[in-house]
């Protein structure tokens, strides 16, 4: 019989030969899964296929509509309730289209603001040179871009305007002329000698630019008249070197007629790669060029995501100017109407994020287009080594829940350099400690701790009353992971990746916290993220809660990764390391905004945290404890609440940076703020 190992001896030729065995039967395992996948895909997609080849599918096309309207109905009743809830929403929706006429004309300055505006004088007074440039435009709207600029309050400006259109469009030459000879010598203008496409039609703009900062205008769009004066008041106020504001796209040529109203978040990074969020208006520091050029033409079709991506890196202080000031044209052939007008900006757009992920030392990843839009990306980066994962679970009783959570781990994870240690909190049922000594392949003993013989399995015994802080904190003091991994017995893996998915992020220096997508046994959303402020406590709340799995989210934000305030302790990976540095679970919070407070503490390093959809699983939410819903439940998450409001209060006042200031704190599904009651008075 083969001498059992101590774990202390070194691998001879026959362990070696056995783990190679090993690793290959798991990854011959995998490939066989991962291609019977691929053939019942392929055999779906040719089923879907010839049925939407069928005529009759093709003519039942209104009929299917009017279907789907009836399903939405539907769901809409089930989400809110009731009848009565229907029309609660119906009503604040309808408030919330009044609310949306704040943000066109109505939010211009009044003759008298305009006035006060033009007359402000501040520390610094920076020249903003506007860069546009021009090809084959129409006659309206270049005299409605033209009338935007000049109309500004902030009045040390300059438009530098570079004209490649064709001599079927010579008049647009001849409005720019008439402008400039009004403008007092602001307005300059160029006719170039041949197109050179938006790179190299802004590139001659630049030439012509003298000014201390750089603003960035498309032909056919507006702004706001007041846009300059709040980026100024923002270098000013926060020494800004580069700056941009909420947008909307509009159509038949009125601004107060909008099709999508974009209200971003502040400077995130994973965003940008994700996804040009920032896009319009941007302005930056001249002196963040790394040259003479702006665009670069390989990247035409999507220079501006390029661009941003370069300069934002070389900025000191990027800052977001939360007010809708930019009013992008949605027209035949504008990338506003549909990214099939430009085709070739998908390329463009990878082809940015890849050299810049290759700038901060990425290698070996994947970008891929998502089924939000073309160029949302899905990246995928590279694991580094094998780092080990302590699963920490806590748990009473429930053994159904427990086992369904640990079975998913087993039987669903790829990532196999894992161990489960379950902290144990006063169970009483024979179940659970039949299951204990299941997994340990031993009779559990209720006391200390408890390893299986491959460690793959420990059970730690915590005797205090239930503290989900102190019982996690346990857990973690006996990790021999590289990684901690917070998880709810009450949650189930979809994913086979789940895990990779957290790491590739968690494994980053600039990460914090890693937290998944998690959903309700009915497939609608329980966690994507989580808001400061929001919540009738003022709080924390969960974005697109209870929203179906299939949902876009805001602006596609359910369908890449991103930056975020906190993530769930439901399921969370971070660095034992960091874990250890910022003092665990405070076990003031008991029960409630622990994890919370926990990427707060994170964030307070300086550190990123990072939601991903890509990680999944199904979390059958608070069935080890209970609802916080009445009686004593209600009374300490009350209790809880205060403490969070008390020792967050500078983070809550300021809002969260990722969460648009426009909207509700009332709502979790990205609503616009109406106009009634201030929705931050429990924070005064």
């Not at 490649?164 to 300059?188: T, V």
């Not at 004066?229 to 700056?243: M, P």
């Amino acid at each position: 019989m083969k001498k059992q190992k101590t774990g202390d001896e070194p691998m001879d030729e026959m362990d070696y030969k056995e783990a190679y065995e090993n690793e290959h039967l798991k990854c011959a395992d995998l490939a066989a899964r991962i291609a019977d996948l691929e053939a019942k895909n392929e055999e779906l997609e040719w089923k879907l296929g010839r049925i939407k080849k069928n005529p009759l599918w093709k003519m039942s096309r209104p009929l299917r509509g009017f279907v789907h309207w009836l399903i939405r109905q539907k769901d809409r009743l089930v989400h809110c309730g009731s009848i009565k809830g229907v029309i609660h929403k119906l009503n604040y929706k309808k408030q919330e289209r009044e609310a949306m006429k704040q943000f066109g004309t109505e939010s211009f300055p009044s003759p008298e603001r305009a006035a006060a505006e033009r007359a402000a004088v501040f520390p610094r007074m920076p020249k903003i040179s506007i860069l546009v440039p021009l090809w084959n435009n129409k006659r309206e709207y270049q005299t409605e871009m033209l009338d935007s600029v000049m109309n500004q309050t902030y009045q040390n400006w300059e438009l530098c305007l570079a004209d490649g259109s064709d001599e079927a469009h010579q008049d647009i030459g001849q409005i720019c002329m008439q402008y400039a000879e009004k403008s007092g010598g602001r307005i300059l203008y160029r006719k170039l000698e041949k197109n050179g496409g938006i790179a190299g039609n802004t590139n001659a703009c630049l030439a012509m630019a003298t000014g201390e900062y750089i603003g960035l205008l498309d032909q056919d769009d507006i702004l706001h008249p007041s846009v300059l004066y709040e980026y100024v008041k923002a270098i000013n106020e926060q020494g800004a070197d580069y700056l941009y504001c909420d947008e909307t796209t509009f159509h038949n040529g009125d601004i107060n007629k909008m099709l999508t109203m974009h209200f971003k978040p502040d400077f995130s990074p994973d965003n940008l790669r994700a996804n040009n969020y920032i896009c319009h208006f941007s302005v930056f520091a001249r002196e963040l060029l790394d040259g003479d050029e702006l665009f670069r033409p390989r990247f035409d079709g999507s220079q501006d995501h390029d661009m941003i991506l370069r300069l934002t890196d070389n900025a000191k202080k990027v800052v977001h100017v939360p007010r809708l000031m930019y009013y992008w044209r949605s027209h035949a052939g504008s990338v506003a109407s549909g990214i099939e007008a430009k085709p070739y900006a998908i390329e463009a757009a990878k082809g940015a994020v890849a050299e810049h992920l290759k700038k901060h030392g990425f290698a070996h990843f994947k970008i891929e287009s998502t089924r939000a839009f073309e160029t949302i990306f899905r990246i995928r980066y590279q694991i580094l080594g094998n780092p080990k994962i302590s699963i920490v679970i806590a748990n009473r009783d429930h053994e159904p829940d427990l086992r369904r959570c640990v079975t998913s781990i087993m039987e669903k994870s790829t990532y196999d350099n894992y161990e489960i240690i379950l902290v144990e909190n006063n169970s009483r049922t024979r179940e659970i400690k039949d299951y204990y000594a299941q997994l340990l392949g031993a009779p559990w003993q209720g006391d200390g701790i408890q390893r299986s013989a491959d460690n793959k399995i420990s059970v730690v015994t915590y005797k205090g009353e239930f503290n989900y802080s102190a019982v996690n904190n346990l857990g973690v003091k006996y990790a021999a992971g590289d990684y901690i991994l917070l998880l709810n017995n009450d949650t189930e893996v979809i994913t086979v990746n789940w895990m990779e998915e957290l790491l590739m992020y968690a494994q980053r220096e600039d990460v914090g916290a890693a937290g998944a997508k998690l959903y309700y046994g009915d497939k609608t959303i329980q966690h994507a993220g989580v808001v400061i402020g929001l919540g009738a406590h003022r709080t924390a709340g969960h974005t697109h809660y209870k929203q179906h799995r299939q949902n876009l989210g805001y602006m596609g934000r359910l369908c890449y990764a991103q930056n975020v305030t906190a993530v769930t302790g439901a399921c969370l990976l971070v660095k034992k390391s960091l874990y250890e540095a910022v003092g665990g679970l405070d076990e003031s919070f008991a029960v409630s905004l622990n994890d919370v407070d926990f990427c707060l503490k994170l964030r307070e390093k300086g550190l990123l945290n990072v939601f991903t959809p890509f990680a999944e699983l199904f979390h059958y939410e608070s069935v080890s404890r209970g609802l916080d819903d009445g009686g004593e439940n209600a009374e300490r998450y009350n209790r809880e609440s205060e403490h969070f409001r008390q020792k967050w209060r500078e983070a809550l006042h300021a809002g969260d940076p990722y969460y648009n200031p426009n909207f509700s704190l009332d709502r979790s599904d990205f609503s616009l703020r109406v106009a009634g009651k201030p929705e931050a008075e429990m924070l005064r």
